[in-house]
């Protein structure tokens, strides 16, 4: 809950429709009541950073993960153009978060 609550102190509260696609009416509940808080400017939050950095980080940390950078763009970015290598770079893969609608009890949660 505290570090829910830190990321929020810098993203800002979601918007309803972000809200609205949680899974958890627990969830949708708690961040409705949780005070609504204004997203920072990153340049002022890390004013030494550099721009192309904090651009990247502002696009990595946004809470709605269709809007969210690929890892695919993240590579792309100016601040990694240095590092950019698209023959090393593997495909990203679409991340597979079906496990966590499993229904185990806890001794099975933890043999995986």
Known sequence: IDQLKKILHLTGTPDSSLVQKMQSKDAQSYVLGLPLQKKKNFKEVFPSMNE??????DGMLLLD??????????????????????ESEPDPEIYDDS???????IGEWKSK
């Not at 496990?99 to 009890?105: A, G, I, S, T």
């Open 65 to 86: 993960p269709e809007m969210r950078l690929t890892a695919k763009q993240c590579l792309s970015h100016p601040f990694l153009a240095e590092y950019h290598d698209t």
């Open 99 to 105: 496990f966590e609608n499993l229904e185990l009890d």
């Open 52 to 57: 192309k950095a904090v651009d990247l980080l």
